[in-house]
Nanobody, 123 residues
């Protein structure tokens, strides 16, 4: 059983930056596909990006590509989401998630989820 705990959310002005962290406990961290999702009120959970296991490729949604960066530190069981050039439309609760799949963008295929951390971007 993997437990995920996010931190680093907060309030920031448009154009600013934030870095989210997600620390895992339990399981073998390096074997999981790791991803970030976000959800705004009244909207479905949205894929942000994912980092394949063992230093694999990173994929991003078109809405964040070039502004967000995901990295993972398997030695410390942590995945990061560095967010830059933030826009008001990035306001959401951000979730980290882990999957035993090799590659998927579908939230239903992620077995483990953090509790989420709120990011608010003001204009």
């Amino acid at each position: 059983q993997v437990q995920l705990i996010e931190s680093g959310g907060g309030w920031v002005q448009a154009g600013g930056s934030l870095k989210l962290s997600c620390v895992a406990s339990g399981g073998t961290f390096s074997t999981y596909l790791l991803a970030w999702f976000r959800q705004s009120p009244g909207k479905e959970r949205e894929f942000v990006g994912q980092k394949l296991r063992s230093g694999g490729t990173t994929y991003y949604s078109t809405s964040v590509k070039g502004r967000f960066a995901i990295s993972r530190d398997d030695a410390n069981s942590t995945v990061y989401l560095q967010m830059s050039s933030l826009k008001p439309e990035d306001t959401a609760v951000y979730f980290c998630a882990a999957s035993t799949a090799y590659y998927t963008r579908k939230p239903e295929e992620y077995e483990y989820w953090g509790q989420g951390t709120q990011v608010t971007v003001s204009s």
